[in-house]
């Protein structure tokens, strides 16, 4: 017989779990600490990333230029990290907290702040006082991949730039993050629910709090970031859960002891994840927790290679189960392999350039149109780039009375071959470029395919490709490959692309075209 266990208290286990966690962050928590039930039963404290200090592994940091800010918030949707975060404060709030610090110190803190037209003079113009909208980083979170600095350079707005750090910046840096953290949040009337960007205004809306593991501007924390916000605007933190297939989300969420969800999070075998949910959907049901959005995070092999028949058969129950496939195309966790949602051409372990084969030679499985054949199931493909795009998917996906799916462009620096701050604009190119185009099937649109099948975000949707209207220039699959570096081997000195590379650029197009005569368009 098993001995009785006693079991914590939520609050008591976490507030136990912070001295492990403390443990670790010292360096003497492997080898120390004693096993214990928390241990035995792969236990995870919610948020205990939040504990985890990142500030010694960056030697730039961004800095904050407010008179050029137009408070658009595109720089804290796209952090990965959770590592740049803004408030819209009323100016008489901000001041009183001002009045509290010595006199000497306040100039730092008004440096964080800007008067926008958006948050102070449009709420004056409707009768509520001006805010004042800040913009704060916290140096414990932020890995230095500059994509904050990049998405407002594209904006066109330069209200960031990278310095470098120096003996006091990061001192400086969390003093500033700790007024932004005494700060009330954002008052509701200030946030325009018709601009969804401002959904991480709300701070009961940042339920991915950081300290996560995962690379320097990774692309697949961005969707999960923005999934959450969107599912708590609309359904309230409390009222999320999430299983996680193995992949890269699970290692950089779970690296124990650190956590970055603050909701419900358990993790399974990337080739079962979607049936897990379904044994959770019909315990939440059981339970008369209905209400709950459950979401199922995967990766390639979950969710397009050998976890696809579990994806298809939980689809099949059409159960109210929401699925968020972070599209990566290549198996970035166990060390690059090529996957079926690998491009033609792409170059990854298994699939080597070399004099016999370049790179993948198999077309890449389209999930999209796959599950749109699926019985009455609400498929998704968008990019955390296209934030309406985006908010909106997710956002009909919860409210759809059924499963749905959601396939997320998730740029993966290493195997993609790319920059630290280049997801956000890695992103744009592959939908301007026709490798991953935006749609939504709705079932609820009508009987038709054509009734059901939205092309609508994706640039000259009408053309075989977009041409850019400043330069004349082509956007087409050459376009794409020539910037990331898996495509590197197939372009000459001269820069001609390879005969292979051309290929795979005839696969995109014939795939847009097969989406515009789905859609009626063509």
């Not at 927790?289 to 099949?316: C, H, N, P």
């Amino acid at each position: 017989m098993s001995p009785k266990v006693s079991i914590l208290k939520p609050e008591e286990y976490i507030a136990k779990f912070r001295d492990i966690v403390e443990a670790y962050n010292e360096g003497w928590g492997p080898d120390e600490l004693p096993a214990d039930l928390s241990t035995a039963l792969s236990w995870n404290a919610p948020g205990s990333g939040y504990l985890r200090d990142f500030s010694y592994i960056a030697p730039e940091i961004p800095e904050f230029i407010p008179d050029k800010c137009v408070g658009c918030m595109k720089c804290v949707t796209e952090c990965p990290d959770t590592a740049i975060l803004g408030k819209a404060v009323p100016e008489s709030v901000v001041e009183k907290h001002l009045a509290e610090v010595p006199e000497e110190e306040r100039p730092i803190y008004r440096l964080h702040f800007a008067k926008t037209k958006k948050f102070y003079e449009l709420p004056q113009r409707q009768g509520l006082e001006g805010a004042l909208f800040g913009i704060f980083i916290d140096p414990t979170k932020c890995k230095g991949c500059a994509e904050c600095v990049t998405v407002c350079e594209e904006q066109g707005y330069n209200a960031l730039r990278m310095i470098r750090k120096t003996g006091d910046t990061v001192p400086k840096y969390r003093k500033t993050f700790a007024f932004y953290k005494k700060l009330p949040t954002t008052p509701r009337e200030y946030i325009n629910e018709r601009a969804v960007g401002d959904l991480m205004l709300a701070e009961d809306t940042l339920l991915y709090v950081g300290g996560a593991g995962s690379c320097a501007g990774c692309g697949e924390a961005t969707p999960i970031r923005m999934m959450l916000a969107a599912t708590a605007f609309q359904y309230g933190k409390e009222n999320i859960a999430i299983v996680a297939a193995t992949g890269c989300n699970t290692v950089y969420g779970s690296t124990y002891p650190f956590n970055p969800f603050t909701v419900p999070w358990m993790n399974s075998l990337f080739e079962n994840a979607a049936t897990v949910a379904v044994g959770v959907r019909m315990a939440l049901n059981k339970e008369g927790k209905e209400k709950v959005r459950l979401w199922v995070l995967g990766g390639d092999g979950a969710m397009y290679d050998i976890g696809f028949q579990s994806l298809s058969r939980m689809l099949t129950t059409g159960m109210d189960i929401k699925v968020l496939i972070l599209d990566t195309q290549v198996y970035s966790n166990t060390g690059g392999q090529a996957s079926t949602a690998s491009f033609m051409g792409q170059e990854a372990k298994m699939s080597a350039f070399g004099k016999a084969q370049a790179g993948k030679v198999e077309r890449r499985k389209e999930i999209a149109q796959i599950l749109m054949m699926h019985p009455e199931v609400f498929v998704a493909q968008t990019t955390a780039y296209h934030v309406n795009h985006f908010y909106k998917a997710v956002m009909d996906a919860n409210d759809y009375p059924g499963p749905a799916v959601i396939n997320v462009y998730a740029p993966c620096q290493p195997e993609h071959g790319i920059a630290d701050n280049e997801s956000f604009l890695r992103a744009r190119m592959a939908v301007y470029s026709r490798a991953f185009p935006l749609l939504v099937y709705d079932p609820r649109k009508g009987e038709r395919i054509r009734d059901r099948l939205s092309l609508a975000g994706n640039p000259a949707p009408k053309e075989d490709w977009y041409k850019n209207p400043k330069t004349g220039e082509v956007i087409d699959f050459i376009t794409f490959a020539r910037g990331e570096g898996r495509f590197a081997k197939h372009f000459d000195a001269e820069g001609n692309p390879s005969e292979a590379l051309l290929r795979a650029q005839e696969d995109r197009l014939r795939n847009w075209r097969l989406l515009q005569e789905l859609a009626g368009i063509r």
